[in-house]
């Protein structure tokens, strides 16, 4: 029996708990307005058209952008998940959007010793966020599998970060599939509605895209230093953490292909990709 930060585990939880399984894909999804979660557009059907491909896990584990915890980092661990409407201003159809899942104990607690020098602390008071919900209602309708969201520590810096999620990438090979939510590019304050984009959008998007293919963490974990458009690009980090962390998850011999590679309003890049 080992324990860490007041909790006890088995050292045969992971394999009571989940079996090993072939090897679950990593997505990041660029998951744009709310109003994906309700229109039939070119991003929700790419996301349908995907979950359809997708292996069965034996559950879901999402980093979404919306659950900041500075400080700190934190698990759900509720046997079922409320979902939340964490936003102001959209149409009445959006706040009554359902996504029933469960949670699962068990694997929070097989990620919180995962991330046992990080004190992952579990979490029964948040639910699922519209960077997760909206965008597994498309990717997974009908979920069977307990779905459970990580938070992000928003006081880390990034080469941190990406070390703190990397730990859990052994659980791809026991039926876990990660999904990290957010937008590389994401400037609300610069939102088009004339159709146009941003030049400093299309460059530091394609500054990503090149950097994600090369595997180039050190132009992805410093992008201030590395590209000029990435103070416009990324006013704040909290959407491209996401990204990060899904990164992390890799291994490095990984190639990933890319989808939704639009830049949405001007100034919001839906690239996504999944590990191939």
Do not use: C
Not at 70 to 93: H, K, L, V
Not at 136 to 141: D, G, S, T, V
Not at 183 to 197: E, K, P, Y
Not at 198 to 218: K, S, Y
């Amino acid at each position: 029996m080992v324990q860490h930060h007041g909790r006890e585990h088995t050292l045969s939880a992971l394999e009571n708990r989940l079996t090993p399984s072939e090897r679950m894909p990593v997505l990041f999804v660029g998951h744009g307005s709310p109003m994906n979660a309700i229109e039939d557009n070119s991003f929700s059907r790419t996301w349908t058209a995907l979950g359809r491909q997708l292996s069965q896990p034996q559950a879901i584990v999402v980093i979404s952008a919306h659950w900041l915890t500075p400080g700190s980092t934190r698990i759900t661990d509720a046997p079922t998940n409320p979902i939340i409407y964490d936003f102001m201003g959209f149409p009445e159809e959006l706040y009554h959007v359902t996504y029933e899942t469960q949670g699962d104990e068990g694997v929070a607690r097989i990620l919180a010793d995962a991330l046992w020098e990080y004190e992952a602390e579990l979490d029964k008071q948040w639910g699922l966020d519209h960077g997760t919900w909206s965008i597994l209602k498309w990717l997974a309708p009908e979920p069977t599998v307990p779905v459970l969201q990580i938070s992000i520590d928003y006081a880390m810096p990034l080469p941190e970060l990406y070390e703190l999620y990397s730990r859990l990438r052994r659980l791809r090979d026991r039926g876990v599939i990660f999904i990290g939510s957010g937008n590389i590019v994401h400037a609300l304050r610069s939102l088009r509605m004339d159709g146009g984009v941003h030049e400093w959008a299309q460059e530091f998007d394609a500054v990503a895209a090149e950097a994600i293919t090369a595997r180039d963490t050190g132009t992805l974990l410093n992008p201030f230093e590395s590209s000029a458009a990435a103070r416009l690009a990324v006013p704040t980090d909290d959407h491209y953490r996401p990204m990060v962390a899904a990164l992390s998850l890799l291994d490095r011999s990984e190639d990933v292909t890319f989808f939704n590679t639009t830049i949405d309003l001007g100034s919001v890049g839906m690239r996504s990709f999944i590990s191939a």
